[in-house]
Structure formats: structure tokens, C-alpha cells
């Protein structure tokens, strides 16, 4: 990838819609020149606001797409803003399911201006199904009450904290924006259906006894579109432990407005029932909490009550200490 | 599709590997012609034994891949037996992940001698990711225990039940093999995971009030490799009845023996409670066994014992009476 990067953020009217850009702002900040918006967007990286060629003369390299919109295809709005960052001699880099090279005139346009056209939601050729058998070393995997709601970030987060701590870990990138972050990855909902679990078992393969994969999650078991792709990576990622990830103002699925979100306690029920077909001891061993919304004293408040309801450490991993979770992972 | 077909074997060792070709046999026997094995193939579908040559002077139009291999790859050791089809003017039919024409040399021949390479298993563009809106008509989804235990075979049956009730149904097919007999379908498990669930929403459409869809199952919620698949598809299909499908002599998850299939009770239980999410009326209204190894009396026994135990309808929808589900989806 050439770096560093004019993040794209088209008409976002929510942050949830830019999570790409802001997972690479604030997990590869070293990589990120500035921002470009479309008239409408209402989203902000609180980076420089600049066109392509504003960002070609800072010494940009791509123009990143960093909307993720519900279904991963490119919109057409934004079509001439990519012919833009071409005309500007940036490289176009892209998680969206819509291939670049199938936008009619940009894979030509791209050639003769002498810059890349780079798709990462492209799983690797040849993927097994799955078999089910029990790997070496640990894995935690992080899920979710709903989908974007900050399963990248925990699995991130605990991935810094484990390995302060000494502790042999690898962050496994199972969506787009972790795969740009991480530098590789398999990008989960891109797979065949057939395939799922058996790419989840090739994203965190047999390791040493002591190391931890820390595995992105994808979707939610409660989602009406995307269950299918979690249980896959759940039964493929055999985790030892989940962190469960939630937003406490979040009251229904995002853009399902008729599918609530569950409680705590029936998603804990539900992801351990699932994992434990190919995990036994599979067991949720914390709660990670989207606070951004809290004051501190309404955020220990939420976190004294949970604790006290369910007996697991709460953290916000943008905010607060890990120590509880990551102790109980390691006991 | 050129019709009628020799069904190709291969080296299959048992009837569930020749999935394919038992149910065109079975469900569209004016469509076969004969029956190919190579050496080594323990499994005879009773048809005439014919190479390609034979079954073209016997004026079949294509030679149809009758095994479906777990991962749904063409075996190299079946190759040279698809160039014969080809010389003897065959089309080639595939419900195979591998595309036909990824096969080096395979086009070049087909092309050469006029004849067509048709791959069933390529599901459409631009499929929608799922939405859970709720739809008009009536759904039923065969589920089961474990896969290749006959939740095609009890769809297709109960299909035929429900109109010779007099009531409005379709089969909808949901895997190749399926495709094939109905002449139209979603593959499912060859959709990208992202738009599983889309899929099924697609593939049951709104309907009449009073409209039966009869929607085939995949997999297995207990399977490690494809309950992804299996739970988008439940999701999608928002079904209003499911019938359960079991093999009473099946003690663990076929291919996965450290995998145990679950009690009927337990498979109730998380069917219900996913199907459930897009549809809180959904409810299991019978179980369909597999009892081809059992005597009239063991039979009778299951049933009896089964319908005590779970006050569920139990039938072989090869064997039995389908009166008391098709009551029970209808009451």
C-alpha cells in the first residue's frame, strides 16, 4: 500500500458509516494526511479537510474509501471523487465488496495516469471448509450485541494490553479497515458462505501453547443479515474466551429498527451455547462497553452494576484499565 | 440444461457422496439415462451402466456430476472422465464450487467439439444483503441434525403433499442438486457469506396469504464447517414452520466424527430459537427420519416413541403417511 493515506469519507451522515476512517486514524494515525469530504457529510476525523490534489502535494499516496456502508458497495456519488484521487495521481484503496477494477472507466483511467487500483476484501483462493479439529495456543475472540459498535477496537486494545504485559499475542484482522490497519487478515464476509468457518480456522492456526490470537469479530448472532457470518467465525476460531461488546444507548440493530438489541445476559447465553460446539470451555470473560457517549461518574455507575449482575470485569477500551479482563484471561 | 443425463459417480464409497445423483434419480427419473462409475465406486444408483459414448448413442444430452465432495471441488482423478463426456458430445453439468471452466483445457475441448460447460452452482449478481422486513405468505424450512440426511427429499415430498392437499406451494431449492430437479433456485452455500440471508429472502419472495413456500435446508446449526450457512438461511427464510430431519443410526455429524449429533430436543430448541429473531411464530410441526435400515416395526416404535416424547408428528417421507405435519402446518 502507498501511504500515506487522503481518507475518504463521501456523505457520512454517521460516524458508525466511517468506521474505516476512523479505525485508521486512531490505529495508524503515522499513515493518515488528511480527510476529504462530499457536501452533506456531517462526520468529522478532525483531520485536514483537502481535495486529492491538496493531499498529492502534502505527499499523499492513496485515496482511501473509508465509508462502510451496509452491503460494501460502492456508491455511485462517489465515483467521480475516485477519478479524482486518480486524476491526482493517488492510488485508489478500497474494503468495499464492489470490485474497483468493475467501475466502468476506472481501471483505464487508473493505467494511464500510471496508479493502483487495490481491493482488500479479497479472501485468498483455495480456502478449506471446515473441519472442526482442536488448534494449539489460545484465541479470544471479540463479539457483539449488534454490528459497529467496537469489536476492532477491543480486539486492538487487547492485543497492546496482553503484549505489555509480556504475553505472546497477534491481533487477527477479520474486516477490512483491521486488515489495513494489521497489514493482513481474511476479510470474513467476503468468503463463499461454504467457507466461513474453515477461513476462520485459517486465520488463527495452530500456535505455540502459551500465545494468543486475539480475534477481530464480525457481525452479531442478533443481526438479521449477518448472524451467518459470525457463528461461521465462532465456530471457526475455537475461542478459549470473548469479550462481548455492547453500547449501552444502542436500543435496536443499526438500520433494523425492528430487531432490539438483546440483553447482556442473553448474548452471553447465546455466544457461549454457539462457541461451545467446537470449544467446551468457551466462556465470555468480560464486557466491553462503548462509553462515549457517559460521564464518569454515570460510566462506573453502568460498570458497578453489571459487574455486580453478571460477576465479569467492564472496560472501555478507549477509556478505562484492562487489567480486570486481561487477569481473568490469563487465569 | 440437455436432457436426459448420465450420471457420473466417480469413486463414490457411499450413498450420501452421491447426493446429486440419487436425487435426480429419485425426483426426475425421465431425465436419466444411465449411471458412469469408475473403479473403486461402491455405489450404484440401479440405473444401466453406460460410458459416455454408450449413453450418447442412447441420446443423452450431458454428463451430470452425480457426487457432491465435502468443499465441493472437482477431484483431479475425475478429470479425464469429463474430457470423455466432451468426445462424445456431451455437455458437461456441475453443481461443483470449482467452475468447469477453470479446469485447464476443458473449454478449449468443449468449444472444439460444440458442446456446453453449465455450471449450476453460480448464484446471481448483486444480491441484497438481508433485511428482516417481514413478508406476506406462508414458509416452511426443512432443518436437520446433521447435512445429507434429507431435508431436500422431506421438502420435495411435503411439496408434492401440500398440493395434492389442494393448497398453493412451491419448492424453492436452496443447493444443486435441488436446482436441478426444481429447474430454479439459490445456491447458497456458493453466496458470499455478507449476503446470505439476502439470499433467502430473495429465494422466498412475498406471496398470497394463503402460499406455501417449501424451502429446502443447508447444512446444520451443529456442523462446524456450515451452520454459518445454515443460520443465515433459517434467518432469511423466516419461516413459519420448520420440520426437523434426522437420521436415527447417524451418531455424529457426518465427515466430524469428535462432533456428536445433538438430541432432537436440543435441535428443537436452537432452531426455535433462531428462527425466532425474524420470526417469533416459527416453530418446529414435525420431525422427518431417515429410516431406510429399519424394519416396519422398529419404525413404528421410533414414531410412537418420539411422538410421546416431543407431542410432534414423526414421518419417512419415503415410507409413511404425511397427514399429521401437513395437518399441523395448516391448522
Redesign the interface.
Known amino acids: 500500500m502507498r501511504k500515506p493515506y487522503l481518507l475518504f469519507l463521501g456523505e457520512a451522515t454517521h460516524f458508525s458509516q466511517a468506521k474505516t476512517a476512523f479505525g485508521l486514524r486512531d490505529w495508524a494515525p503515522e499513515s493518515c494526511v488528511g480527510q476529504w469530504s462530499l457536501p452533506g457529510c456531517a462526520v468529522t476525523l478532525e483531520l485536514a479537510e483537502m481535495n486529492p490534489a491538496q493531499a498529492a502535494a502534502k505527499g499523499a499516496g492513496s485515496l482511501l474509501i473509508g465509508i462502510a456502508p451496509?452491503?460494501?458497495r460502492v456508491s455511485e456519488s462517489w465515483i467521480p471523487s475516485l477519478f479524482a484521487g486518480i486524476e491526482a495521481g493517488l492510488d485508489i484503496v478500497s474494503g468495499m465488496?464492489t470490485s474497483l477494477a468493475d467501475i466502468p472507466g476506472l481501471a483505464d483511467a487508473a493505467k494511464a495516469r500510471g496508479v493502483r487500483l487495490v481491493d482488500v476484501r479479497r479472501p485468498p483462493e483455495n480456502l478449506?471448509?471446515?473441519?472442526?479439529?482442536k488448534r494449539s495456543g489460545k484465541r479470544l475472540l471479540t463479539v457483539g450485541t449488534d454490528c459497529a459498535l467496537g469489536k476492532k477496537y477491543t480486539a486492538l486494545a487487547l492485543t497492546k494490553a496482553l503484549r505489555d504485559r509480556g504475553v505472546d499475542a497477534d491481533f487477527r484482522a477479520s474486516g477490512q479497515t483491521g486488515i489495513l490497519i494489521a497489514g493482513s487478515g481474511i476479510p470474513?464476509?467476503?468468503?463463499?458462505?461454504?467457507f466461513?468457518?474453515?477461513a476462520a480456522e485459517c486465520l488463527s492456526p495452530d500456535a505455540a501453547p502459551a500465545h494468543w490470537d486475539i480475534v477481530e469479530g464480525q457481525g452479531s448472532l442478533?443481526h438479521?443479515?449477518?448472524?451467518?457470518?459470525?457463528?461461521?467465525?465462532v465456530?471457526?476460531s475455537q475461542p478459549d474466551a470473548m469479550v462481548l461488546c455492547h453500547d449501552p444507548y444502542r436500543t435496536h440493530i443499526i438500520a433494523?429498527p425492528?430487531?432490539p438489541t438483546p440483553s447482556l445476559k442473553v448474548a452471553i447465553k447465546?455466544y457461549e451455547?454457539a462457541a461451545q460446539?467446537?470449544n467446551p470451555d468457551a466462556r465470555v470473560v468480560g464486557i466491553s462497553f462503548n462509553t462515549s457517549a457517559l460521564s464518569d461518574a454515570e460510566r462506573s455507575k453502568l460498570f458497578a452494576d453489571t459487574e455486580s449482575e453478571l460477576g465479569l470485569p467492564c472496560f472501555d477500551p478507549l477509556k478505562t484499565s484492562m487489567t480486570a479482563v486481561v487477569d481473568r484471561m490469563l487465569a
Open positions: 451496509v452491503g460494501g465488496h478449506p471448509t471446515g473441519t472442526g479439529r470474513m464476509d467476503a468468503v463463499v458462505a461454504d466461513t468457518a474453515g442478533f438479521p443479515a449477518y448472524a451467518g457470518v459470525t457463528l461461521g467465525l465456530h471457526g433494523a425492528d430487531f447465546q451455547e460446539l467446537t
